[in-house]
DNA sequence: CTGAAAGCGCTAACAC
DNA sequence: GTGTTAGCGCTTTCAG
């Protein structure tokens, strides 16, 4: 049909004709079947976005970035929350696959190791971008932080803030966490600073980072800094610090990861690292664009956006 | 195709056969095609959800709610954030309706004589759930708080902490904010208590509530409590009376609404007043599947999530 | 229990 | 500029 045409706005179509299909568009109330021009063009203009916790403002930025990058060309976004859960995000991705979708934005709580996925997501030539988390076996796009550099800069920051016993709450084994852990490692080392091994500790979020920081806080000798590989990590630690008596800066300092837009209205204001989440969303999706756009696979790129020191109370003299 | 049948687990295939098509599945590594399902089954198996801003935590939360109450019925959930921008989430409902999504979860931010978008819905014969704003003149099944009874809830609890002088924070006009206003009046009305017209301000989120309580706390009188509408605008609220000096609780008591998961880690921890964000979205997620099972208009449910009082330092005595 | 026939609402490629 | 002919990959209906 020629309605079809005018829908899309072809240009070769009569203005005449234009008028008049435009009309009674309007008259019928006529909208087009997505679904169905889906099928037919073989493209649903419909990209997913896999983060692993939504509640993570990090992510909840990404989220809008991503979205603000592609809504004016025309397409739209599915979000989905992995919860961190390896087995869950794969089979959300086996949906949105499924679901046809042109292109994937991940933040992969697959295990460093486990590029199973992502051979599935290829084999159906669907070109995804990675996103926070690093794959190093996977031929992608990526998007994010140098994280030995953020693991480098916090804990060189705490050094230089007289800091001797710092320690570590590290994150999930893979993507970031490892990297921050390697910066940490280096900047102790660097600066001939050696810690016992119980100075390393784990958790993901507010809650597990509050449970290891209890953990941390009553080592002998307790340390004097702690660096939480992400804000909640580290803002979770501060309320058990607190809690313990302790105060901060004072007797420890803290640093986290990830510039949560809440950060200085916390009890101690987080210094942190910011890893401009915006930016990472609307690069991403840009990269991701650039790929649908041109059939020729061209040379994954890989965007590191440089960490910056955010200096708040946490970290004061 | 018997295939079809196996692949949706219809029960009138026999096992043998059964086992046949699975095997070959599983070699061609065969995935259906969800898009040209929908197309032929009239339904796309998907529900979208819009919110105003999914850097609340208390709408990434519903978000959570309704994923997690769906997704095991075979839906998905296509998010999508309004910015508070009531003509962009016209424009979303109308492309989320295009895709044709199985039903709607909204926090509309349109004003609330405005129900043009509503009749679209309707007119498209798609089942919809308002949550968290009210619009009185909709007849749709609505999940939410009762925002008056908030109002009332956090004046109340000022007064019996001994505040005189109460300065509110509303939000936009429309939905929470005005039901959250009418609470705080009668509230204010029943305890005898008059405070001049300066006292009510107006903002949305953090900075616009930062913004608020710099004019409020340089009234004469200063007010003695702030009712923020919800929980940013009362956190950036604080934020702006400790720069200038005042404290919190001694010579303002804060309150705000929605218990945002880090509201007890802020530099003073913020009273407020959770809405159970996640039972929302849940139970929304749960009235909009029943509405879609059934073919008939059932009476459209409303479910008034009970508020609670959540006590911390930012209005101890 | 199995499969043939018809069509969901649209777009692609090509002729008029 | 316009309309035609196919067919996207599935589900539905109903006959074998």
Redesign the pocket.
Known sequence: ??V??V??ACA???P???KRVLARINELNYQ??WV??S????RTFMIGLIVPDLMHSFFAEIAKGVSAAIRPLGYDVVICNSEEDCAFESSEIDRLLARQVDGLILASAQPPSWVDVFERIEARGVPYVLIDRRFPDVHAPYVGADDEAIGRLATTHLIERGCRRIAHIAGPPFAPGVGRLKGYREALAEAGLTVPDSYVDHAKDDATGYEAARRLVVLDPRPDGIFGYNDPTATGAMKAILEAGVGIPGEIKVIGVGNVHYSDLLRVPLSTIDQGSATIGQQAAEILMKTIGSKRRRQPRTVIIEPTLILRESTAR
């Open positions: 049909m020629t079809s045409k829908v899309r070769d179509v009569g005449e004709t234009r087009p079947n169905a021009r099928l037919a063009a073989r």
